[in-house]
C-alpha cells in the first residue's frame, strides 16, 4: 500500500463524504427540475470558484496550444460524457441505485487498463468484475420487474461509468508539464460550455426559476463538488498510484444509498442491498494491494 501523507488522506475523506452525500443532493436538485440545466447553473457557478480558489493559490493556469488537442480528449472522457450522462439517470433513478452504478468505474477501470494499457489483472480482480456485473444484473431485474422502472437510466449510468474509468486511466497517463489543478480548471471550463449548450438544445422549453430545494443542491454542487472535490480527484488520479488514488470510491457508493434512504425515504429492497455487497466486493477485489512477493533466498556460495 502506498504510504499517503496526512494531507493525502484528508483530502481522500473529504472527497468520500462530499461525493457519497452527493447522491441524494443531486436527486433533490433535478426534482422538479430540467437535469442538464441543474448541471449547467452548478458549472456556471462552481467554476469561477474554482477559477478564485486556483489565483488565490497563484497555480499557473496557462496551457500551450500543442496540448490543447489531450486536454480536450481528457476532458470528453473525464467530464462531458459522465456529467451529462450520470446527471439524467440521477432523474429515473433512485439516488442509491444511481451511486451504485456510478461507482463501477472501478471495476471498467481495471478491464480497461488490462485490456488497453497493458496492466496486468490478477485473477481476484476478475472475480470482482463478475461481482460487479452481477450486481448490475440485480439492479437491471429489478428495473425492469416494475411497469415504473427505468432500465434506460441504468444503460445511462454504466456509460458514464465505463467513459469515466477511461478517462482516469488517460489522465494519469498524461504527460503534459502543467499542474493537474489547470488541468482541472480548464475541463472543468469546457463542460460549462457544453453543458450549457446541451440544456439550452434540449431543455430551453423546460426552464423556469429553481425551488429553495433546487438552489440548496445547486450551491452544494457548484461549492464542494466543482469547487472543490473534483479538483482533489484528478490531483489524486494524477499523482498517486491507482490503488491509493481510488482508496474513496469503496465507501461513497455504500454513503449514496443509505444517506438516500436516510434523507430521502428510498426503499431499500433486497437487490439494492446484495448489490451494495457485491460492488463493494468488487471494488476492494480490484483495488486491494496484492501481498508482496518474497524475495528468493539468496544461494549459498560452494566452496
Not at 480536450?72 to 451529462?84: D, S
Request: proline share 7%; glycine share 6%; aromatic share 10%.
Amino acid at each position: 500500500m502506498h504510504k499517503l501523507s496526512s494531507r493525502q488522506w484528508l483530502i481522500l475523506i473529504l472527497l468520500t463524504v462530499i461525493w457519497g452525500i452527493n447522491w441524494p443532493v443531486m436527486k433533490i436538485g433535478v426534482t422538479g427540475f430540467p437535469p442538464l440545466t441543474f448541471r449547467m447553473l452548478c458549472l456556471m457557478l462552481g467554476t469561477p470558484i474554482l477559477g478564485a480558489a486556483l489565483l488565490y493559490l497563484k497555480v499557473p493556469l496557462r496551457i500551450e496550444r500543442q496540448h490543447w488537442p489531450e486536454l480536450l480528449v481528457l476532458a470528453v472522457f473525464n467530464m462531458f460524457i459522465w456529467h451529462g450522462m450520470i446527471i439524467i439517470a440521477v432523474q429515473s433513478l433512485s439516488s442509491g441505485r444511481a451511486a451504485i452504478l456510478g461507482y463501477t468505474m472501478p471495476m471498467f477501470s481495471a478491464v480497461i487498463g488490462a485490456m488497453f494499457f497493458g496492466n496486468r489483472l490478477p485473477s481476484r480482480a476478475w472475480a470482482g468484475v463478475a461481482a460487479a456485473a452481477l450486481g448490475v444484473v440485480l439492479l437491471l431485474w429489478h428495473e425492469l420487474s416494475h411497469l415504473t422502472g427505468r432500465p434506460v437510466g441504468v444503460l445511462l449510468a454504466l456509460v458514464a461509468a465505463s467513459t469515466w474509468a477511461l478517462g482516469t486511466q488517460l489522465l494519469r497517463r498524461t504527460r503534459m508539464p502543467v499542474p493537474t489543478l489547470a488541468i482541472s480548471f480548464w475541463m472543468t471550463l469546457m463542460t460549462t460550455v457544453v453543458m450549457t449548450v446541451l440544456a439550452v438544445l434540449f431543455e430551453r422549453e423546460e426552464w423556469h426559476a429553481p425551488s429553495e430545494a433546487n438552489w440548496r443542491s445547486i450551491i452544494f454542487n457548484a461549492v464542494l463538488v466543482f469547487g472543490f472535490a473534483h479538483a482533489a480527484w484528478f490531483y489524486l488520479a494524477r499523482s498517486l498510484p491507482p490503488v491509493a488514488s481510488t482508496l474513496s470510491v469503496m465507501l461513497i457508493p455504500v454513503l449514496g444509498v443509505f444517506s438516500g434512504a436516510i434523507w430521502l425515504d428510498e426503499v431499500l429492497h433486497w437487490q439494492d442491498w446484495a448489490a451494495v455487497v457485491l460492488m463493494v466486493v468488487s471494488i476492494c477485489s480490484v483495488l486491494w494491494p496484492a501481498a508482496p512477493t518474497p524475495s528468493p533466498e539468496p544461494e549459498a556460495s560452494s566452496g
